[in-house]
């Protein structure tokens, strides 16, 4: 049973880069058709996508947040990681990894996300 | 960005009653080429991560009861409970992944009356 895991600091200051990364176990994220996302939700709140990688490395990110976003991949330790840089309260949230089925042909076409990780909550304060 | 809104922001329905949750897309999902809607459903509850209910609109996950029911076409989407239960009690959302950039609905809060 594919299982994935988030882990990184819990505070992080403002202005500074906030790091994650998602373990996958049960399964490779070196699995073709399939990329691998982030997804935040602040406390209370509705759920943002943030971005995705395929394990080749080729990514999409959500346009509002591309200037502040790196996600890359590590296919030897079955992990992807999530950097975002300067950020504010707003980006407190909770942050989940999960998988999605990808159509690819020229493009890659992302679908649902399907499974998540349990979250991890970061908090952006000094 | 395509937005997607929903329906009500929350309802309250007694047990054993049907739900009806509405999910609008600002523009049409509706990709012509395979006939095909490009939207989930998942549900929330409280201090879990989503979990995936539907998807191309009305494709039920495995697993899934089948008292969860997607309907809908082109930018008007439902979701159906048809006889809530109390493990129903949660946050239902929708998602659009018609453009590479998905987005989701603001979520809809279902408790019961």
């Known amino acids: 049973q594919l299982q994935l895991q988030e882990s990184g600091p819990g505070l992080v200051e403002p202005s500074e880069t906030l790091s994650l990364t998602c373990t996958v176990s049960g399964g490779s994220i070196s699995s073709s058709s399939y990329y691998w996302g982030w997804i935040r939700q602040p406390p209370g709140k509705g759920l943002e996508w943030i971005g995705s990688i395929y394990y080749s490395g080729s990514t999409y990110y959500s346009p509002s947040l591309k200037s502040r976003v790196t996600i890359s991949a590590d296919t030897s330790k079955n992990q992807f990681s999530l950097k975002l840089g300067s950020v504010t309260a707003a980006d407190t949230a909770v942050y989940y990894c999960?998988?999605?089925?990808?159509?690819?042909?020229?493009?890659?076409?992302?679908?649902?996300?399907?499974?998540w990780g349990q979250g991890t909550l970061v908090t952006v304060s000094s | 960005d395509i937005v997607m809104t929903q329906s009500p922001d929350s309802l309250a329905v007694s047990l054993g009653e049907r739900a009806t949750i509405n999910c609008k897309s600002s523009q049409s999902i509706l990709y012509s080429s395979n006939n095909k809607n490009y939207l989930a459903w998942y549900q929330q509850k409280p201090g879990q991560p989503p979990k995936l209910l539907i998807y191309w609109a009305s494709t039920r996950e495995s697993g899934v009861p089948d008292r969860f029911s997607g309907s809908g076409s082109g930018t008007d989407f439902t979701l159906t409970i048809s006889s809530l239960q109390a493990e129903d009690v949660a946050v239902y959302y929708c998602q659009q992944y018609y453009t590479t950039a998905v987005t989701f609905g603001p979520g809809t809060k279902v408790d019961i009356k």
């Open positions: 999960a998988r999605h089925p990808a159509y690819c042909g020229g493009d890659c076409y992302l679908r649902w996300f399907d499974p």
